[in-house]
């Protein structure tokens, strides 16, 4: 049986609204029929145990691929169910294809915004130089193109907190017509 709603996978360097936008996504479906639900891959790891430790000189938790995947497996279904889930993480990486309808990227291009972000977290000066380094290269947007291909992933702007309603909006707007297409299909 195929979902009744989307599963989006939000992705982006740290630092550039993830968490944010995710939040504002599920309170804007709250008050619709559409409801979606929220999964953040950071606490599944903290709370399930899917990591070896926490390395003190990267300030990360060691993910336990394995673990964390079968874990977000069970927890959306291997993707089946009603779907709606809007997943919080920085990485698209070993997600499977079937599990996830479209890849948002998340971009702060302006490093001086991104950098006050993560210097506001308490970052170590390597932690924000690596992060920085894989937003200006692009590297999230590049992973999620390889592994869904462009027209499933989507790259949105996420500097100003003005713009996170309008992504909010776009992808709000992508879930309706992702339902009726669905619907058109079965009639």
């Known amino acids: 049986m195929p979902r009744r709603l989307p599963n989006i996978l939000l992705t982006g360097t740290p630092g550039v609204g993830k968490t944010t936008t995710a939040e504002q996504l599920i309170s804007l479906s709250s008050s619709t029929p559409r ?26 938790y060691m993910v ?4 964390l995947l079968d874990e977000v497996e069970k927890e959306i279904q291997d993707g089946g169910g009603d779907g709606g889930w809007v997943i919080d ?6 997600f499977a294809v079937r ?5 948002v990227v998340l971009r702060c291009e302006d490093t001086t915004v991104l950098y006050d972000r993560l210097k506001g977290r308490g970052y170590k000066d390597e932690k924000v130089q690596e992060n ?5 290269f692009g590297v999230c947007l590049e992973e999620a193109q390889e592994g869904w291909g462009e027209e499933r992933c989507v790259e949105l702007r996420s500097q100003e907190v003005d713009e996170v309603e309008g992504n909010c909006e776009r992808v709000l707007a992508w879930v309706e017509q992702w339902i009726k297409d669905r619907e058109a299909e079965q009639t």
């Open 89 to 94: 993480w920085h990485s698209s990486a070993g």
């Open 132 to 136: 920085m380094d894989a937003e200006i």
């Open 99 to 103: 599990w996830i309808d479209l890849v």
């Open 35 to 60: 409801r979606l639900k929220y999964l953040s891959i950071n606490d599944l790891v903290k709370s399930r145990g899917c990591h070896e430790g926490y390395d003190e000189e990267l300030q990360t």
């Open 64 to 67: 336990d691929d394995d673990k």
